[in-house]
């Protein structure tokens, strides 16, 4: 996990707004922007933010059965 929180953390630096992890074993996506870390799970809904306005997906749609 340290490789892809460099990653992270340099998206941030160039100006990304938001990088989404989804981790498949935990049903959760993880949400970093600059100045936050958001943890959410099947019954929590994902936002595009500033970066994809409009943009809403139930986590639990994301994960298959």
């Keep these: 996990y340290e490789d892809i929180q460099r990653k992270i953390d340099a998206y941030l630096a160039w100006g990304v707004t938001?990088?989404?992890i989804v981790e498949p074993s935990l049903q959760e996506v993880v949400v970093h922007t600059r100045s936050d870390i958001?943890?959410?799970q099947a019954d929590d809904?994902?936002?595009?933010?500033?970066a994809v306005p409009g943009f809403a997906c139930a986590v639990e749609r994301i994960f298959p059965e």
């Excluded at 809904?45 to 500033?50: F, I, V």
């Design 38 to 40: 958001r943890r959410l």
């Design 45 to 50: 809904t994902l936002d595009g933010g500033q």
């Design 18 to 20: 938001a990088v989404w």
